[in-house]
């Protein structure tokens, strides 16, 4: 269970350094820095805090795919590529629980296109430098790649978990309401202080030269046989993804819209507009899809650096880490797949304010888990992981961040409650 100090004790604590946001970069970077402290034996105060459950926003509601982004070729973005298939194989060795091998497909109706989408994933496969996963089809009328799916939100709760059993405090449903460069100020009225604050509050951090992308997927029953996913390249540029999902129902995920988002971070929902366009697409592959097929969908905020100039679609997704003018640390933009050297890299930042002596020094890159990732597959032993080992406390962040039960099957009034009722008790 999460570390809780008694009410009224937690503005007398002080930290090396507090995290604010316990999505996958705040959570990764509290894994880093707890896990370097652990193999030098050196002590580092590590808060992290939340004031929702662990990967509850942005990281526990993506495409699920842990991936080199085939995609950016085109805008011609092979470092990033290039960096993104090296986690990818880092993230299938050192967490095969939540990270698996996927295939995808890609039925292409001209020899043009099936040649240059051959050379693409040729290209694709080169910048992998020897990370494969399996054997590419770079001809014919049918290719395929292979790239990686991921359970995200539990991904983000397994580094969260780690860094706890490291030493690390670690606070979820607990509100924050300023920042400052050596304290916050919790929603209670309490102040902790801290050497460092590092704002990983993704698309809460509110700057300007942040630019917020909603991407909303729809979940449908399954649509093919087959354990394969469909990456479609559409006519307007973009591509969608297929994907076989559903641990304890078979459906079929497809996203992701990319659409600029105004409105607040904590009001994020999926548009007609969005919502008939991923539906136009999937009934022109699948015939015999039909709206009443669907049995989710869910939407979140990428908050990515913006780029004057370039749609939703073309912004980069490089990182920027850095100490903003107020004295907290930031990190902005970049990848759910990069994640990892994300947390690498700002961990060296705060480091070299706190303990030089870790600053250079990256077991993230080799070292597996240390606690238990494989979560049990049935429902009452699975609701007692959640509330003992993660220490979940809502039948919601039980279906959307412990699981992702909430969006592969219509639950019921009568199911719901049941939920509700178990984690009362």
Same mark, same amino acid.
């Given at each position: 269970?999460?570390?809780?100090?008694?009410?009224?004790?937690?503005?007398? $604590?002080?930290?090396?350094?507090?995290?604010?946001?316990?999505?996958?970069?705040?959570?990764?970077?509290?894994?880093?820095?707890?896990?370097?402290?652990? %193999?030098? &034996?050196?002590?580092?105060?590590?808060?992290?805090?939340? /004031?929702?459950?662990? !990967?509850?926003?942005?990281?526990? /509601?993506?495409?699920?795919?842990?991936?080199?982004?085939?995609?950016? %070729?085109?805008?011609?973005?092979?470092?990033?590529?290039?960096?993104?298939?090296?986690?990818?194989?880092?993230?299938?060795?050192?967490?095969?629980?939540?990270?698996?091998?996927?295939?995808?497909?890609?039925?292409?109706?001209?020899?043009?296109?099936?040649?240059?989408?051959?050379?693409?994933?040729?290209?694709? @496969?080169?910048?992998?430098?020897?990370?494969?996963?399996?054997?590419?089809?770079?001809?014919? #009328?049918?290719?395929?790649?292979?790239?990686?799916?991921?359970?995200?939100?539990?991904?983000?709760?397994?580094?969260?978990?780690?860094?706890?059993?490291?030493?690390?405090?670690?606070?979820?449903?607990?509100?924050?309401?300023?920042?400052?460069?050596?304290?916050?100020?919790l929603a209670s009225g309490e102040k902790i202080m801290s050497r460092v604050v590092v704002d990983a509050r993704g698309p809460w951090r509110k700057v300007p030269g942040l630019r917020l992308v909603r991407g909303s997927h729809i979940v449908s029953e399954r649509l093919y046989a087959g354990d394969h996913a469909i990456a479609h390249f559409h006519s307007d540029g973009r591509i969608l993804f297929f994907i076989p999902w559903g641990d304890r129902y078979p459906v079929t995920l497809i996203g992701t819209?990319?659409? @600029?988002?105004? !409105?607040?971070? @904590?009001?994020?929902?999926?548009?007609? $507009?969005?919502?008939?366009?991923?539906?136009?697409?999937? $009934?022109?592959?699948?015939?015999?899809?039909?709206?009443?097929? %669907?049995?989710?969908?869910?939407?979140?905020?990428?908050?990515?650096?913006?780029?004057?100039?370039?749609?939703?679609?073309?912004?980069?997704?490089?990182?920027?880490?850095?100490?903003?003018?107020?004295?907290?640390?930031?990190?902005?933009? &970049? #990848?759910?797949?990069?994640?990892?050297?994300?947390?690498?890299?700002? *961990? @060296? /930042?705060?480091?070299?304010?706190?303990?030089?002596?870790?600053?250079?020094?990256?077991?993230?890159?080799?070292?597996?888990?240390?606690?238990?990732?494989?979560?049990?597959?049935?429902?009452?032993?699975?609701?007692?992981?959640? $509330?003992?080992?993660?220490?979940?406390?809502?039948?919601?962040?039980?279906?959307?961040?412990?699981?992702? =039960? *909430?969006?592969? /099957?219509? =639950?019921?009034?009568?199911?719901?409650?049941?939920?509700?009722?178990?984690?009362?008790?």
């Amino acid at each position: 269970m999460p570390v809780e100090l008694a009410e009224g004790t937690r503005d007398s $604590q002080e930290f090396d350094v507090v995290i604010v946001g316990g999505g996958i970069n705040g959570a990764g970077l509290a894994r880093d820095l707890a896990l370097r402290a652990q %193999l030098r &034996g050196e002590v580092l105060r590590i808060l992290v805090i939340d /004031k929702r459950f662990w !990967g509850a926003g942005t990281s526990g /509601k993506n495409s699920h795919l842990i991936h080199g982004g085939l995609r950016y %070729l085109k805008y011609f973005d092979f470092s990033l590529v290039r960096e993104a298939l090296r986690e990818r194989s880092r993230l299938l060795k050192l967490s095969p629980n939540t990270v698996r091998p996927l295939r995808f497909e890609m039925h292409l109706k001209t020899w043009s296109e099936s040649l240059f989408y051959g050379v693409g994933i040729g290209l694709y @496969d080169l910048l992998a430098a020897g990370h494969h996963i399996g054997q590419s089809r770079y001809f014919g #009328k049918t290719l395929s790649y292979w790239d990686a799916a991921s359970d995200s939100a539990p991904l983000v709760i397994d580094n969260i978990r780690d860094a706890q059993a490291m030493g690390a405090t670690c606070w979820p449903y607990t509100e924050v309401t300023a920042l400052g460069a050596d304290h916050v100020l919790l929603a209670s009225g309490e102040k902790i202080m801290s050497r460092v604050v590092v704002d990983a509050r993704g698309p809460w951090r509110k700057v300007p030269g942040l630019r917020l992308v909603r991407g909303s997927h729809i979940v449908s029953e399954r649509l093919y046989a087959g354990d394969h996913a469909i990456a479609h390249f559409h006519s307007d540029g973009r591509i969608l993804f297929f994907i076989p999902w559903g641990d304890r129902y078979p459906v079929t995920l497809i996203g992701t819209t990319e659409a @600029d988002h105004t !409105g607040s971070a @904590d009001d994020v929902a999926i548009s007609e $507009q969005e919502r008939e366009y991923l539906c136009n697409i999937t $009934q022109g592959l699948f015939p015999h899809f039909r709206p009443e097929m %669907l049995v989710g969908e869910f939407s979140s905020l990428r908050p990515l650096v913006a780029e004057e100039g370039k749609n939703a679609s073309a912004t980069s997704r490089e990182h920027n880490i850095a100490f903003d003018a107020n004295g907290i640390l930031f990190i902005e933009g &970049g #990848k759910y797949t990069t994640y990892r050297l994300m947390a690498e890299q700002a *961990a @060296d /930042k705060v480091l070299e304010r706190v303990r030089p002596s870790l600053a250079g020094f990256y077991p993230t890159r080799t070292e597996a888990f240390r606690v238990n990732t494989q979560r049990p597959t049935d429902l009452a032993q699975r609701l007692q992981w959640a $509330q003992t080992e993660e220490g979940c406390r809502t039948a919601d962040d039980f279906l959307t961040c412990s699981t992702n =039960w *909430a969006w592969q /099957k219509r =639950w019921t009034t009568a199911e719901r409650a049941a939920l509700e009722e178990a984690f009362r008790r």
